[in-house]
């Protein structure tokens, strides 16, 4: 760790170096312009490995002075171009430019553009993918009491299931260990702001998977009494509103059993459900007016929803009782195993049917429709791509506990949520240990 730190220090002192000489050359004559009759040409670059908001000092010729004619690029993902002197130029490192290997590498190419010229290196950068997670609040072993106000002082009983808006709003659904029908809460936490705010002291029936509607300022609730949900909005100042999903017209009266999970779908404009005796529902946002889609869908099994961000007529359901994930396309009604065996709990990092969890339960997409899911049994928190590939990003696979940390020694407790922010922040409802956790994949 010294040594790190010492590089860390003589990189800092040699980007400051960098700046003041730059600074230098633009109060008396402007540094060496750019020629465009003239080819760029690159040398090295330094240092030759590192991760995001690493300072890279890039050496050619040619570049001038102009850092807006300048631009750079790693593995194609734009870099951070803060100046440039002519034959160097100082840039910022992105975040996660590329899928990485078996140790977290990533083999980036770095590329320069000045004017219409573009030129890349032939060494490749190694870009080192770093995860650890943080507690964002709560206290372990805390009473059920909820405690509000800043994120060091909140506590309260054990958290389920997480949604996040637009503004980083975390909306968290509790669950009372002491009544099942009573004193579940909902609570929103703020972590740029560092606040955290009871919205509904008692739901009655415990609250469940929350969703944001598609313009990210309206959460939807459901609840394990029958038909019922809640919903608050941001320009209601998340006041709570209790709603029941009604039939449409000739569709004759229902009564859905354990709801567990809401997801919006942008194809159509409805929120999606699914009921514990496998039909799933769909119904306008607006009105609470309720169709059924389809039946036959892993009867007896909670599950937990999300749209897929790249196609997003497809859905995904984790099947908790059942340890496996699914995929239903709402067009063509194809219900496809993505992961795990259907019927068999256990842990297995693999493809598709090789893969084993143990009680998913929420699941979250990225940009790359990369899935997040909450393995809960495991302690751990799954990755599932696209084409079925499961990995473990983070926890010990069969052990509980409580720890910070990186992949080799955070521990989580039974987790049950997890959400995505704009930012590519995942929060973990960590819910033995009465925590909301923050997990940073850089």
Known sequence: MKILSKISTCLAMLAVLFLATACEDKKGESGPDYDPSKPVTLTDFYPDSGGVATKLILNGDNFGSDAENIEVFVNGKPAAVISAIGNKIYAIVPRKPGEGDEQGVVQCDITVKVGDKTVTYSKPFKYQIQTVVTTVCGIVGAP????????????????TYLAVDNDNNIFASLRNRNSYYNNNKVILVNEDEDISRLLIPDTGAPLNQPCMLDDGKTVFIPTDNHNEYWTMSSEDMWSPIKHQMKPTTGMGAFDIQFKHSFAMCTVDGYMYVRDKQGILY??????????????????????????????????????????CVYSYNIKTGAHTLIAGISGKAGYIDGNGASAMFSEPRQLILDENDDMYIAD???????????????????????????????????LFNRPFGVCINKEGIIYVADYENQCIRRLAIE
């Open 376 to 410: 809960t049994n495991n302690h751990c928190i799954r990755k599932v791509t696209p084409s079925g590939k499961v990995s473990t990003v983070i926890g010990q696979p069969g052990k509980s506990g409580y720890q910070d940390g990186s992949p080799e020694i955070a």
């Open 144 to 159: 059920d009491d909820v405690v509000m106000g800043s994120l060091a002082q909140t506590s309260f009983p054990p958290v």
């Open 282 to 323: 769909k119904f306008e946002p607006e009105t609470g007016l309720t169709v059924q889609v389809a039946a036959g869908l892993m009867s007896g099994s909670d599950s937990y929803t999300a749209f897929s961000t790249k196609h997003p007529e497809v859905l995904y359901l984790a099947y908790t009782n059942n340890h």
